[in-house]
């Protein structure tokens, strides 16, 4: 079994360390708070190809001393710890992958220690402390989240760069922006976004619940949360009025569903814009036309599940409906990569001025 402990004497060193350490130098050091989660093992298994990187450590409360892979049989065999015992300066670069309402605090351990935070829970994702309080009503340090730069990569690149606090976006508003996003920036949408969007069951999380187990989810499609219920929709309008540039940004009426499915998202989103069938498309392609994690497909296919499942990558369709002005959008995402694990070693990337597809 590989143990993650690493030697907390040796605390001053930095990422360039010698061999005593047992830490290959030139590597960045990562821990990973909140390992036995779908998205903190999904970040383990990725993150263990990465050559710039290596694992110092990987925690659990309730799972510490033993391996991850008596959570997840296809995960790394490393030994979890407790997060009491791992210290912030033993690190470069942490991953908190810890549920809503439980992490503001210790991003700011970690900041103060100088350390780079990717946040993969709802925390810092709304920078309206108002909007925070009446979606997720979780405690968090005033401020904290205007200090995040907000990780949806393709379109924040340059304030993530800069930053060291990120805070990655949720899976569905991640797979809507996608999709929407080039048409958003081109400030010629009307009325409302309709956005219809399905997800496999591991968006849930690993804790079993009565709707997600196998006799309930199997053979099955389930609405839950329609119309403006949902705690991404408020996510989801923020980055609409961000991309637009304005406060006055079309509302968004979104209908999730989960699907019978391990992981991948769809959304088939129906827009109303001023511009040509063909105005659109080219837009889509310059927007994307160099993206490496970005496939737009040709005129007359859609996106689906299979183009996507296991790897970073979004799929999106463009299709006109004719007689109208509206155009519906189909994008897909691996929920736990692109929508979660993966942007998120993508956003690391990018802070450390690595190769983006690096470990992806």
């Given at each position: ?86 210290a ?24 103060k ?7 993969l ?46 805070s ?72 609409i ?54 496939r ?59 190769p ?5």
């Amino acid at each position: 079994m590989m143990s993650c402990t690493y030697q907390r004497t040796r605390t001053t060193m930095n990422r360039h360390t010698d061999s005593s350490t047992h830490i290959t130098p030139s590597k960045w050091r990562v821990g990973v708070l909140g390992a036995t989660g779908m998205t903190g093992t999904e970040l383990i298994k990725q993150l263990q190809h990465h050559d710039a990187c290596q694992i110092v450590y990987a925690t659990s409360r309730g799972s510490a001393g033993k391996s991850l892979q008596d959570i997840d049989p296809s995960a790394p065999d490393i030994t979890l710890q407790s997060p009491e015992a791992c210290a912030p300066e033993d690190v470069d670069i942490a991953f908190i992958c810890l549920p809503h309402g439980t992490t503001a605090q210790i991003t700011e351990r970690y900041l103060k220690h100088n350390v780079r935070v990717l946040d993969l829970s709802g925390d810092l994702r709304l920078t309206s402390e108002r909007l925070h309080q009446t979606t997720y009503g979780t405690p968090r340090p005033e401020g904290l989240a205007k200090e995040a730069a907000y990780g949806l990569t393709e379109f924040n690149r340059e304030q993530i760069k800069h930053s060291k606090l990120v805070s990655n976006p949720g899976c569905y508003p991640t797979c809507s922006m996608m999709g929407l996003a080039p048409l958003i920036q081109s400030k010629t949408v009307t009325g409302t976004i309709v956005i219809n969007a399905v997800s496999g069951i591991s968006g849930a999380g690993r804790s079993p619940k009565a709707g997600t187990h196998f006799c309930m989810a199997y053979n099955d499609v389930k609405p839950y949360k329609v119309g403006r219920h949902h705690r991404h929709v408020p996510e989801i309008e923020q980055t609409i009025s961000r991309l637009a540039e304005t406060q006055e940004s079309p509302k968004v009426i979104f209908n999730p569903h989960t699907v019978p499915v391990e992981r991948g998202m769809l959304a088939t989103i129906t827009v109303e814009t001023s511009l040509s069938f063909q105005e659109v498309r080219a837009l889509y392609e310059e927007a994307y036309g160099n993206e490496p994690f970005v496939r737009l497909l040709p005129e007359g296919r859609q996106a689906q599940l299979r183009a996507i499942q296991g790897t970073n990558h979004t799929v999106i369709g463009l299709h006109e409906v004719e007689g109208s002005q509206h155009i519906v959008i189909t994008s897909a995402i691996d929920n736990l990569l692109k929508g979660a694990a993966g942007q998120a070693i993508q956003n690391m990337n990018v802070m450390l001025g690595l190769p983006e597809t690096q470990g992806l």
